[in-house]
């Protein structure tokens, strides 16, 4: 039996060596989400150039997550072989090119395309996830969780507002912007982000190993050891996706405020969330642990969706958006964190692929549901139905405890 005082020396030189790298990582993610916050606000105002309408539009923004779906696993299963890094690298060139192909896009088949590209290579989330996991010990998970976490929540804040001054010259400029920022930051990753997994020795890449993972992805969403912990991704994104597909819609309707407002409360609910991410589930998970901080968020996200439409106050707006959003920071990387403590290092891209594949099944459903319940019941409807949904995940939540360290 290994002695105590080496596995916990391991575990220290283990955080301390993958500070750096966690912070080349940091900015790695945070400018691609700055570019990908630069073009999706204007999505809806291309594609209407276009001649094309409200249920094409639905289509490029569902293809992208549908792309995500099937490269998630995929991508994660390859990095589990021959390393983390080139996994990255390819989904910083490959969010390049897609930039580029929606530019030049002129017709409603390439901007499908140019999505689907960009989808794909979003599937490099869960690989960013695992470089997290395999440079920090196991009582630090959920801090480098919420860094990720943090680093998406600048990346949109920041996004939309950059996109806003770029966009008074021409809809293509921010997209041209981000091609070239994105392949600015392949470079700076190509330079300075060190591999955190080795390659399997022998590694050799077949296209049965490649497909492996995408034919299992029934079988692991349904039949995982971690199935609850999935249950409950699945769920409070679905809450947060109908959310976001509706939010646009409805505060001009609800609270009267124009484009500029509804701005500025993204932005607000993504400082919120950025912060509960990036610092204060840090501080928090020591104390609590990650299963009752998962909790805590769901509580959280029920008590800031629920008034959501339903109350007129514009003070009450805020209070909902900053309980709601600081509920989701808490939530997200609390399970990212106990599903990667509960598997071996050596599956790590595979199972965070799984998990971020049924995030994007979330992210298709979601909105979806979000506008036909929008429509079919009131601008309140899509939140109300939201906050059960995070119910039901609370519900799922009775046979998961933090993993033993």
């Known amino acids: 039996m290994p002695s105590i005082e080496p596995l916990n020396q391991a575990s220290s030189s283990k955080a301390a060596n993958g500070g750096a790298s966690r912070i080349i990582l940091f900015l790695t993610v945070f400018i691609d989400l700055l570019g990908f916050g630069i073009v999706v606000p204007f999505l809806p105002l291309f594609a209407e150039r276009m001649g094309v309408g409200a249920v094409g539009i639905g289509m490029v923004l569902a293809i992208y997550s549908l792309m995500q779906l099937i490269a998630a696993p995929i991508l994660g299963r390859i990095s589990d072989r021959i390393g983390r890094r080139p996994v990255i690298m390819l989904g910083l060139l490959g969010s390049s090119v897609g930039y580029v192909i929606y530019g030049f896009a002129g017709s409603f088949l390439w901007l499908l395309v140019s ?163 990036g610092y204060m589930v840090g501080k928090v998970v020591p104390r609590v642990g990650e299963a009752r901080l998962l909790k805590i968020g769901l509580v959280m996200l029920i008590a800031g969706l629920a008034p959501i439409g339903s109350v007129s106050s514009h003070s009450a707006l805020f209070v909902a958006l900053a309980i709601l959003s600081l509920g989701y920071g808490f939530a997200s990387p609390s399970v990212a964190s106990l599903i990667s403590r509960s598997v071996e290092e050596h599956r790590q891209g595979q199972v965070l692929g799984v998990n971020q594949s049924a995030l994007s099944l979330a992210r298709i459903v979601g909105p979806i549901a979000g506008g036909v319940a929008y429509e079919a019941a009131g601008p309140a409807a899509p939140y109300l139905l939201g906050a059960l949904a995070v119910v039901l995940a609370i519900s799922v939540t009775g046979g998961i405890a933090d993993a033993p360290t």
């Open 115 to 277: 999505r689907a590209v960009h989808g794909a290579c979003a599937g490099t989330i869960s690989t960013a996830q695992a470089y997290i996991a395999d440079t920090t010990s196991e009582e630090n998970r959920a801090r480098g969780m919420g860094l990720i976490g943090a680093a998406f929540g600048l990346g949109f804040v920041l996004g939309p507002a950059l996109g806003g001054l770029l966009g008074h010259a021409s809809l293509r400029t921010p997209v041209f912007f981000a091609a070239a920022l994105t392949f600015a930051n392949l470079i700076f990753a190509a330079m300075r982000l060190p591999e955190s997994h080795p390659p399997e020795p022998g590694a050799r890449l077949d296209l049965g190993r490649i497909v492996a993972p995408l034919a299992a992805l029934p079988r692991e969403l349904g039949e995982h050891h971690l199935l609850r912990m999935f249950i409950v991704a699945f769920l409070m994104t679905f809450a947060f996706a109908a959310l976001e597909a509706t939010f646009a819609m409805m505060v001009p309707r609800i609270y009267g405020y124009g484009a500029a407002g509804v701005g500025g409360l993204l932005t607000f609910a993504g400082l919120m969330q950025a912060l509960a991410q």
